[in-house]
């Protein structure tokens, strides 16, 4: 790579990094491990995390709703959307949280929650979100965390449309329902278990 293709590509990088950080201060991830309801309640437990919301991305429909994403022909994946200071969480930090509390091997499903809509996703919203997802998963991989390949899907965000009103915090205001306490809850003690440090 000539001395000049190297200088682009790195204001390519800071023009995309200062369109997506605005202020230098806040940065959006979004993700999806399976259910909303389940990684929305882990990070917004996390320390400098600002907000999480729920909604869908990576499908061909604009503003589907649950039922129409449900049936997995939309093309979308439930998706939560974080907002975060990276002056107090990376996106690193955020990613080992992520990999921690969901299986990114199995595709297309999430313990008993089956269908595209469901599959492991990380849709950046720069290259250096790119790169850092990437290399996050090459370590996986190398350091052999999982018995299986890793399948997660790396992708350009282009699209974020939030869920209705009722899925928000959806576990904090139903823990004794069934899904909640049987599927949600081992993944917040888990949390608790390996990353007391970046609790609020």
Same mark, same amino acid.
């Given at each position: 790579m000539t001395g000049i293709a190297i200088i682009l590509l790195i204001f390519t990088i800071l023009k995309i990094n200062a369109m997506s950080v605005p202020n230098g201060k806040?940065?959006?991830?979004?993700?999806?491990?399976?259910?909303?309801?389940?990684?929305?309640?882990?990070?917004?437990?996390?320390?400098?995390?600002?907000?999480?919301?729920?909604?869908?991305?990576?499908?061909?429909?604009?503003?589907?709703?649950? =039922?129409? &994403?449900? *049936?997995?022909? +939309?093309?979308? %994946?439930?998706?939560v959307q974080i907002t975060f200071d990276p002056a107090v969480i990376t996106f690193r930090d955020i990613l080992e949280v992520f990999f921690a509390v969901h299986d990114p091997t199995t595709l297309n499903r999430q313990g008993a929650d089956v269908g595209t809509q469901y599959r492991s996703a990380i849709f950046f919203h720069s290259l250096e979100?790119?790169?850092?997802?990437e290399r996050a998963i090459l370590?996986?991989?190398?350091?052999?965390?999982?018995? =299986?390949? &890793?399948? *997660?899907?790396? +992708?350009?965000? %282009?699209?974020?449309?939030?869920?209705?009103?009722?899925h928000g915090n959806y576990y904090d205001r139903n823990k004794s329902q069934p899904y909640c306490s049987m599927v949600i809850s081992p993944k917040i003690k888990k949390l608790e278990k390996l990353f007391r440090d970046k609790l609020k």
């Open positions: 806040i940065e959006k991830a979004t993700l999806g491990g399976g259910c909303f309801w389940c990684t929305e309640a882990v990070f917004l437990r996390l320390k400098g995390v600002e907000s999480v919301r729920s909604g869908y991305s990576g499908g061909h429909v604009k503003n589907p709703s649950y =039922r129409e &994403v449900t *049936t997995g022909s +939309t093309g979308h %994946t439930e998706v979100q790119k790169v850092i997802a370590d996986l991989e190398n350091e052999k965390a999982f018995d =299986r390949p &890793v399948v *997660t899907e790396v +992708t350009s965000f %282009t699209a974020f449309f939030p869920a209705e009103e009722y």
